[in-house]
């Protein structure tokens, strides 16, 4: 059997109480509570979808797929032309002996 912190025990212990007694002193927390959480738990489940503009995923567009002339024409232009232009150094003037005015 697993064991559990002495703190952990204390919280849940208290936690029971504390929800047991408000039961008892008001029982509409229960319900209010219960109505609440099932409200967002079925609001999660099946979330309105038209409040958001979009489809439900019942009802999806197809599909359309490019032919192949059009296929090649779209690759040709997302294909950015390069020019094969080699890198060269360009020498600098500085002297590497100097050292900085700040050390």
Known sequence: MRRYHPGVIIIVVLLVIGLITSIARDPSFLI????????????YKFPPDRWFGRQSGRAKRPQIKPSARTAQKMQAKTKPARKNIPFRVIEGGKDDDDLPKYH
Request: zero cysteines; a neutral charge; glycine letters at 16%.
């Open 32 to 43: 209010i509570g219960a109505a609440v959480f099932g409200v967002i738990f079925l609001l």
